[in-house]
């Protein structure tokens, strides 16, 4: 009789939606755990703009629809979907947590849907959280043994409810066992919190990317393309994205929200829209230098992003603005602040071979896998690792 698996239940963005960070990590851990996997809802109190409403009904067709799915969903790339996969929970819950009478209606409603795997007389391996808004259900089951994986500081994120991100992330670090946090400004946030996180930076797939062919370097008169992919809205630094546009053709991957009005109208930035993450490796055969154009904000100095080793993955020159995250491999790409001198630099990367230095310096990457980075999670959060 083959023995019983243990069990991982993760609160986290929607499953198969983007590939953040936790779902890198569980999908390696899907061959000895049975995942449950709960998809949230965020913050932003929904508007009536286009993309409030195309995510209003995505979330409607998960609530009306299966309970529970053990499957990639059906817009997922088609590679995907015969892959192991969690089973999905999109329990129903109101979109809002400023106030407490709204905070107790979430946490009755996530109590009564997910009682089965949140039973503390069958306790899983650990329940992970990303999110602060399941504060209110881990104060109600102090048995189980609580995560909190902290990926961003999303009190500083463009358009969520601060306060009560901020309120509520108080609220639940009493109740986790363990904290894990993706970046050093996040570990020293959480410090200053009276809290002792772990570090543990995001990883990459190296097979992924190794497929990436820089395409020949553009003739004289035509303009190099620089190119960004993820998300689009106020963490970027406009100056340094119109500089860009000015010098090479800036092409933006991904979705937007509240993207400033001037590169919408300037002639030289390109929206490509939403790709799907099996398709960036054909993306950046397409670009010449690819770019990370962050302001220098609250909200970036604490991310780690995930495009950050993909870019460097590709072989292809990188120039980004010096944030904490990037500065840990500055050896391995350009990092400019001022943004004429970015969009100069990107220009001259574009139109070279990668520099020699650079391409060295990316062989540290063969250390960041995916696959190292979720046998360090695991022992972090079964508490085999305290350090």
Known sequence: ??????????????????????????????????????????????????????????????????????????????????????TVHAPVHWPGFGTRLERALNRRLLQRALGEVLDPLRPPAAVITTASIVADLARALPELPWVYYCVDDLSEWPGLDAEALRRMELDLLPSVRRVIAVSETLVERLRGLGVEAALLTHGIDLAHWSGVVRRPAPPPGERPRAVYWGHADRRLDSAVCLALAEQLELVMVGPTTDVDPALRAHPHVVWRGKVDYAELPRVASEADVLVMPYADLPVTRAMQPLKLKEYLATLLPVVATPLPANRAWAAAMDLVAEPRAFAARALERARAPLDEGQRVARAALAHETWAEKARRFEALFRGEDEA
């Open 1 to 86: 009789m083959t023995a019983e698996r243990p069990r991982l239940v993760v609160f986290s963005d929607d499953w198969g939606r983007h590939p953040s960070s936790a779902q890198h990590l569980v999908r390696e851990l899907l061959g000895r755990y049975d995942v449950h996997w709960v998809n949230t809802v965020g913050t932003r109190r929904p508007s009536l703009n286009l993309h409030d409403l195309k995510r209003g009904a995505e979330k409607l067709r998960a609530w009306l629809g299966p309970r529970a799915a053990a499957q990639a969903p059906a817009d997922a790339p088609a590679d995907a979907r015969d892959e192991p996969a969690p």
